[in-house]
Nanobody, 120 residues
Framework: QVRLEESGGGLVQAGDSLRLSCAASGRAVSTYAMAWYRQGPGKEREFVASISWNGLATYYTQSLKGRFTISRDSATSTVYLQMNSLKPEDTGVYFC?????????????WGQGTQVTVSS
């Protein structure tokens, strides 16, 4: 069983930066592909970024590439999402996800999410 716990969300102003963290625990979790998804108000959950188990491969939704960066620290089993130049449309609940095999999803394990609110 894998447990994921997100943190780092909050209320920021447009143009600010924020770094989200996802602490993963469980057997062999350092060998799992990890990802971030988000769900804005009244919207469906959407893919943000993913990273392979060894950190060598990263994938982003095209519209966010360049502003958001996913990374991981295998020693602490933590995945990060660095978000720069935030916009009000980035507002939403950000979820961490994990899968033992697929860096492109679908992902078997999910966290509870952390709220990010960007004011204009």
């Amino acid at each position: 069983q894998v447990r994921l716990e997100e943190s780092g969300g909050g209320l920021v102003q447009a143009g600010d930066s924020l770094r989200l963290s996802c602490a993963a625990s469980g057997r062999a979790v350092s060998t799992y592909a990890m990802a971030w998804y988000r769900q804005g108000p009244g919207k469906e959950r959407e893919f943000v970024a993913s990273i392979s188990w060894n950190g060598l491969a990263t994938y982003y939704t095209q519209s966010l590439k360049g502003r958001f960066t996913i990374s991981r620290d295998s020693a602490t089993s933590t995945v990060y999402l660095q978000m720069n130049s935030l916009k009000p449309e980035d507002t939403g609940v950000y979820f961490c996800a994990a899968d033992q095999h697929r860096v492109g999803g679908p992902f078997d394990y999910w966290g509870q999410g952390t709220q990010v609110t960007v004011s204009s």
